[in-house]
């Protein structure tokens, strides 16, 4: 097995679903972060058979939205000083603020140009959220 070091301090994005590792990296923009990154592919893992993994070297935050929305299941791992200092396990995000479009065509965020539009969590199964200008509801999709 191909052996990706340890890392020092960073992030570590585990568990992800086999074969989702490179929508995840174009999701989060790693591409253009400056930081080393390592995408780990089909690593096989005890519990449930294969995994991706990716592996961000950074002093700083990300953005974890997205990755609540698009894949609940991974796990965010903080190290510091090359141990783990903290973990998460992601949840469908509450608000979503400048990743969604509203559905609505009448909607004035689609006549209008508007960016960065709120969205509130309606109901979780669905993945279905209001949009704070005409209160529609549309549904997350990848
Ligand atoms: N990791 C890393 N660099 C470190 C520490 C941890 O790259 N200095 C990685 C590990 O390889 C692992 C992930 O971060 O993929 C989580 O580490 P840890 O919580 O120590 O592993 P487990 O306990 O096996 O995690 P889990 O129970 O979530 O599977
Ligand atoms: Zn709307």
Redesign the pocket.
């Known amino acids: 097995m191909i052996n990706v070091s340890?890392?020092?301090k960073g992030i570590?994005l585990?568990?992800i679903k086999a074969g989702e590792g490179h929508c995840l990296y174009k999701a989060l923009n790693l591409d253009k972060v400056e930081d080393t990154v390592v995408l780990m592919q089909n690593i096989s893992s005890t519990s449930k058979g294969k995994k991706d993994?990716i592996?961000i070297e950074t002093d700083f935050d990300l953005d974890f939205t997205v990755l609540g929305l698009i894949a609940p299941h991974t796990?965010v791992?903080y190290?510091v000083d090359?141990?783990?200092t903290e973990?998460y396990r992601m949840e469908l995000p509450e608000k979503v603020n400048g990743i969604m479009k509203c559905k609505n065509p009448r909607c004035i965020t689609n006549v209008e140009k508007v960016e960065d539009i709120l969205f509130t969590l309606k109901d979780i199964k669905n993945k279905e959220y209001s949009c704070e200008y005409c209160d529609s509801v549309t549904r997350y999709e990848e």
């Open positions: 340890k890392i020092k570590v585990d568990h993994l592996k796990t791992n190290i090359g141990e783990r973990k």
